[in-house]
């Protein structure tokens, strides 16, 4: 486990999006990104989800609609991780799995990718 509180974690967050190419930064559409300490009861392990409709399943009454969330959870990641660089990586890879979402890449295909 490593120790990392909350400001130092959205930090970290906002590193690993920083980190992200601009050219797929600019791809994201109607996309807001949260940081919160726990996932939801009964998925203790979760370290960030995707909420929201992939751009591959948009059609036209698509437009207008509120906002995809990606959420990435500070608890499990902190728990998973042994020291601080891991703890940088799997962040910036939580990050990136989280986005391929919203592009229409399921699980299968990330874990194919190595982005597990």
């Not at 042994?82 to 874990?111: N, P, W």
Request: aromatic share 6%.
């Amino acid at each position: 486990m490593v120790e990392m509180g909350s400001a130092e974690f959205e930090e970290a967050v906002g590193d690993a999006l920083d980190a992200v190419p601009p050219e797929l930064m600019r791809l994201l559409d109607n996309v807001v990104f949260f940081v919160e300490d726990e996932p939801p009861e009964g998925d203790p392990d979760l370290l960030g989800v995707y909420e929201g409709t992939p751009i591959t399943d948009r059609g036209d009454g698509w437009a207008g609609a509120l906002p995809d969330r990606i959420t990435i959870f500070r608890g499990p990641l902190t728990r998973l991780c042994d020291d601080r660089g891991d703890l940088l990586e799997e962040i910036a890879v939580t990050v990136v799995h989280e986005i391929a979402h919203h592009f229409g890449i399921d699980d299968s295909r990330l874990h194919d990718l190595g982005w597990g």
